[in-house]
């Protein structure tokens, strides 16, 4: 199985802060990846696919990079509706496998 | 629009059997493949199983693989999990999405306890 290790696993900003996540993959998963934001009580929303590509509808402040087993979220400037639980998914080979999470707090 | 909307959820003791369901609308359901999801209690993602457009073709994360079975039936746009020997662990928020996990459902509680 591919394992996605997630960094870090919290972090506290302030609101206008630059964010920035990291996923590595156990192996080379080429760009199959995504980033999901999830607020307390709801379901997940993918912000990125193919690791770089935005979803339709979100913010350009989010953005994607990397490929083979490095990749990053960022988010330029941090809004209050940013404050939630953000996730990278691998889905090159089952079991699809997701990172631990990466809790993002107001400082 | 795409909508995906889970039932079945509730309590259940060890040992028992539960039957989820995810109604989809607003695509082509026949279209794509689907998948199940959960989240224990304040825990994280964990996929757990995926079934191919013409349900032909499943596949299972091994903490579920002998024990759920998922279905699907394209006339009724419907996908569905048969979750059998139920444990405590099994408790969780049961998501249903489409294709690469776009989108989700709300999701269902399924609780295991005596």
């Known amino acids: 199985d591919i394992q996605m290790t997630q960094s870090p696993s919290s972090l506290s900003a302030s609101v206008g802060d630059r964010v920035t996540i990291t996923c590595r993959a156990s192996?080379?998963?080429?760009?199959?990846l995504g980033w999901y934001q999830q607020k307390p009580g709801k379901a997940p929303e993918r912000l990125i696919y193919a690791a770089s590509n935005l979803q339709s509808g979100v913010p350009s402040r989010f953005s994607g990079s990397g490929s083979g087993t490095e990749f990053t979220l960022t988010i330029s400037s941090l809004q209050p509706e940013d404050f939630a639980t953000y996730y990278c998914?691998?889905?090159?080979?089952?079991?699809?496998?997701f990172g631990q999470g990466t809790k993002v707090e107001i400082k | 629009q795409v909508q995906l909307v889970e039932s079945g959820g509730g309590l259940v003791k060890p040992g028992g059997s539960l039957r989820l369901s995810c109604a989809a609308s607003?695509?082509?359901?026949?279209?794509?493949?689907m998948n199940w999801i959960r989240q224990a209690p304040g825990k994280g993602l964990e996929w757990i199983s995926f079934i191919s457009s013409p349900g032909s073709y499943s596949s299972y994360a091994d903490s579920v693989k002998g024990r759920f079975i998922i279905s699907r039936d394209n006339a009724k746009n419907s996908l569905y999990l048969l979750m059998n020997s139920l444990r405590a662990e099994d408790t969780a928020v049961y998501y249903c999405?489409?294709?690469?996990?776009?989108?989700w459902g709300q999701g269902t509680l399924v609780t295991v306890s005596s």
């Open positions: 192996q080379g998963i080429r760009n199959d």
């Open positions: 998914l691998q889905y090159n080979s089952y079991p699809w496998t």
């Open positions: 999405a489409r294709g690469w996990l776009f989108p």
């Open positions: 607003g695509f082509t359901f026949s279209d794509h493949y």
